[in-house]
């Protein structure tokens, strides 16, 4: 413990400064900014930077370390909801935000001389900002920093290099790259599998490799035994580490005082409500559904897991009624709850379900109460059920997630994934499909199964973090190598 001491004494000493440039989305500047936090604990300074239209609704904790500079989009008022297309926000994010991220890094090094900006954490999907610094600014080690699991990036990484190879029909329904189990085409992320499904959206995530040779660090949120066959050999191709699990510590093991919550909220989250009620419900009594910031459920797919969860709730083999299960279900906006069907609410908030607009997801999953999560198996959402040792049973809509849901079942076995119909050309999960999922979770052998596999992920996780473990001794390389370097 001396020597641990004595070492954080010896980096404070050095002044680190590090700047971490996400992408302008809840779902990115969470685990950024909990990278942040990390660094800051063993003795560095660090910054997070945001655009001006997201700094406006800021929910920033008083106590969080980190400060926080701005740089505009294009769309200071609106935000990406301002612009025409997806292809005309991410130009114009590209072209004048690099333009601002420079005239910042210059304000900052003018504004203290003596320890300039010595790092810059950029988000993979902003690889201009590795050319801004690269080209304009000596001195400034790069971080690329992946906020998905490394199992798809590598498949990012070989489409980028045109190195994978799809099968025909005459072969084995196998897309296969080393490290990665076999996966099916639907397996793959969603541009893929639909490759007219937002196309500015495809090439953002494969272009997070079009540059990165150039990058000094290549950072991802994972731990590396969770997916080690896949990060050994991407180590061999990178200096890649893995620094996740990113999520606040108390969750794990507790090193950083009052790290309870991830201090950047874009939305109001309606803790107080949400935690009574859950403290009022039986162990393991609740199904938790909620599909993250950005997933859209059309209205069909809404309809049908109504009603899955309208049966699980309403247990035809439960003959005294005792109401064995209860469900609490993030519906975001007035948009999405207009897509439940007629007076669905109404009518299941009376038998003692809930229905939030946000919840405090990790407090949710970490209570006692809870039985399963139905999700969309967004990779910031699987990372917190996996390290709260939460069975999980998967609804993908899009991008990374069916993917993410094919390793929740075939790989971790923490869950199972609702299938759509071959022959479904909507590709919705109908809901006796959903329903089965559920009852699979949090009945039988197999449910108990998928929750022992759930706790034993959730301890390898906080082995990794902890003092000593592969994220720890990964965090504390790159700020060696990085306050040597400054």
């Not at 292809?87 to 910042?104: D, F, M, P, Q, R």
């Not at 540059?211 to 950072?219: E, F, G, P, R, S």
């Not at 890649?240 to 005082?257: E, N, Q, S, V």
Request: aromatic content about 10%.
């Amino acid at each position: 413990m001396e020597n641990r001491k004595e070492e954080m004494s010896s980096t404070k000493k050095t002044h680190g400064r590090v700047l971490l440039l996400p992408y302008p989305s809840q779902g990115h500047i969470n685990p950024m900014h909990q990278f942040a936090k990390r660094l800051v604990s063993k003795g560095l300074k660090a910054t997070i930077i945001v655009t001006n239209f997201i700094s406006k609704s800021l929910k920033l904790s008083a106590n969080s370390p980190i400060a926080v500079e701005t740089i505009s989009d294009g769309y200071d008022d609106t935000g990406f909801s301002g612009a025409d297309s997806i292809e005309t926000y991410l130009k114009n994010l590209e072209v004048i935000g690099s333009l601002s991220l420079a005239e910042l890094i210059k304000k900052l090094n003018n504004t203290n001389p003596h320890h300039p900006i010595n790092c810059l954490v950029y988000d993979a999907f902003l690889p201009w900002a590795l050319d801004l610094v690269v080209k304009s600014f000596e001195g400034i080690v790069t971080a690329s920093f992946f906020t998905q699991a490394c199992c798809v990036n590598s498949i990012y990484y070989h489409v980028q290099r045109d190195l994978l190879r799809f099968p025909t029909p005459h072969d084995e329904p196998c897309v296969s790259v080393p490290g990665v189990p076999c996966l099916e085409p639907q397996d793959l992320p969603s541009f893929f599998y639909v490759p007219s499904e937002y196309p500015a959206y495809m090439e953002l995530v494969v272009n997070q490799f079009s540059n990165v040779d150039k990058a000094d660090w290549i950072l991802v949120n994972t731990f590396k035994e969770l997916e080690v066959e896949v990060v050994e050999w991407m180590e061999t191709i990178f200096p890649l580490r893995t620094i996740g699990p990113t999520i606040p510590l108390m969750y794990l093991d507790k090193r950083i005082d009052d790290d309870k919550e991830y201090d950047i909220n874009l939305y109001d989250v309606d803790g107080t409500i949400c935690m009574n009620w859950l403290n009022q419900k039986p162990h393991g009594s609740v199904i938790y559904a909620s599909f993250g910031s950005m997933a859209n459920l059309s209205a069909e797919q809404t309809e049908e897991l109504s009603y899955a969860l309208k049966q699980v709730r309403n247990d035809p083999n439960n003959n005294n009624n005792n109401n064995k299960y209860y469900f609490l279900w993030v519906v975001r906006t007035p948009l999405e709850q207009n897509k439940l069907p007629r007076d669905f609410q109404q009518e299941m908030s009376q038998k003692g379900n809930l229905f939030i607009k946000w919840s405090p997801q990790l407090k949710v999953l970490a209570h006692e109460a809870l039985g399963c999560f139905v999700t969309h198996c967004g990779w910031n959402s699987t990372l917190e059920a996996l390290c709260l040792g939460v069975p999980m049973v998967g609804v993908p809509q899009w991008t990374d997630q069916p993917m993410d849901a094919k390793l929740v079942e075939d790989y971790w076995r923490v869950g199972v994934r609702a299938r759509v119909d071959d022959h479904d050309t909507l590709r919705i999960s109908r809901r006796e499909e959903i329903e089965r999922c559920v009852r699979e979770v949090v009945e039988g052998e197999r449910g108990r199964e998928m929750k022992r596999e759930a706790l034993k992920w959730r301890s390898l996780a906080k082995e990794a973090v902890s003092v000593g473990g592969s994220t720890d001794r990964n965090i504390d390389e790159f700020i060696d190598k990085l306050v040597r370097h400054g």
